[in-house]
């Protein structure tokens, strides 16, 4: 299903041919299961023949696309209007069911859950006390409350708020030392795909040493818009969606624009960091 709607833009004729361009919005749902919506320009060009203006060249360009899971539901095609809530989309459990699948194929540990809710309760069940916990930067954690319940309190030793209170010229090598050799290192991703991989970026690397094998065990929660086909379609959603909303809070926060100058794809677990994924039926940070 791919219902979109196009808009003619100018047309410059020149005797017997002319250039123009057509603007299109489209929302996508495929058979494959990717689904999102996307804005994008015909770039054409026309030659006036005996029968008409025909065709000579169409170049179809992308200009935005956003393929997280589409939420509602089309209109039933029959009957009067209800104003009932949609029933569930089974497209989005099904796309779940294969990425968990995938991902655990990789050799990581999956677990579906049905909010963010629902991930805070599963992290402070799989996150020992008195375990050293280092949190990556992360709008799902700090909008769960995970990273509240991480950095605050005594439960754990929480690595972040010592490391913040270390002086970075005298003590780098400690701070480096706890950052990358956490028991737990809890974090998101900015994309997850079908094909069970999970792509992580990051502006200062600070969270990827323990990821890849410097950390007991990395546990990452994972909002359902967070899905993907392919590689090729994390990174447009990285560069696309995710990057844009995190230099906004880069900004406000500390004034200036964030940026990928590190890029992680984890195919499988490093071998000596066991890989948890909380894939959450809910969106959740960007």
């Known amino acids: 299903m791919a219902p979109g709607s196009s808009h003619p ?3 410059r004729i020149d005797g017997d041919t002319a250039t123009g361009r057509a603007h299109i919005h489209e929302v996508v749902r495929l058979k494959n299961g990717m689904q999102g919506l996307n804005y994008a320009i015909y770039h054409d060009r026309y030659r006036r023949t005996a029968d008409g203006w025909r065709f000579t060249e169409r170049v179809y360009e992308i200009r935005y696309l956003d393929t997280t899971p ?9 009957g009067p209007a209800s104003h009932t809530a949609p029933a569930p989309d089974p497209t989005a459990a099904d796309r779940l069911e294969r990425v968990a699948a995938a991902l655990t194929a990789n050799g990581f540990t999956v677990e579906i859950l049905d909010d963010a809710a629902a991930a805070r309760t599963r992290v402070a069940e799989l996150v020992p006390a008195g375990a050293t916990v280092f949190t990556g930067a992360s709008e799902t954690l700090r909008l769960s409350g995970i990273e509240e319940d991480v950095n605050t309190g005594d439960r754990y030793r929480a690595v972040k708020p010592r490391a913040l209170a270390m002086d970075r010229a005298t003590e780098a090598d400690g701070i480096r030392t706890m950052a990358a050799t956490p028991d737990v290192a809890l974090g998101s991703v900015a994309a ?5 991989s999970l792509v992580v970026a990051s502006a200062t690397g600070s969270q990827l040493p323990a990821y ?3 950390a007991g065990r990395a546990i990452w929660v994972v909002g359902a818009q967070k899905v993907v086909p392919d590689l090729p379609a994390a990174l447009r959603r990285l560069e696309q969606h995710v990057l844009p909303l995190e230099s906004d809070r880069a900004r406000a926060a500390y004034g200036r624009p964030s940026a990928v100058n590190q890029l992680l794809v984890l195919n499988t677990p490093a071998r000596l960091t066991p890989g948890t994924v909380l894939l959450l039926r809910e969106a959740v940070g960007f």
């Open 70 to 78: 589409l939420t509602g539901a089309a209109p039933h095609a029959t």
């Open 212 to 214: 890849v094998g410097g």
């Open 9 to 11: 833009g100018a047309i």
């Open 192 to 196: 997850v795909t079908e094909t069970g």
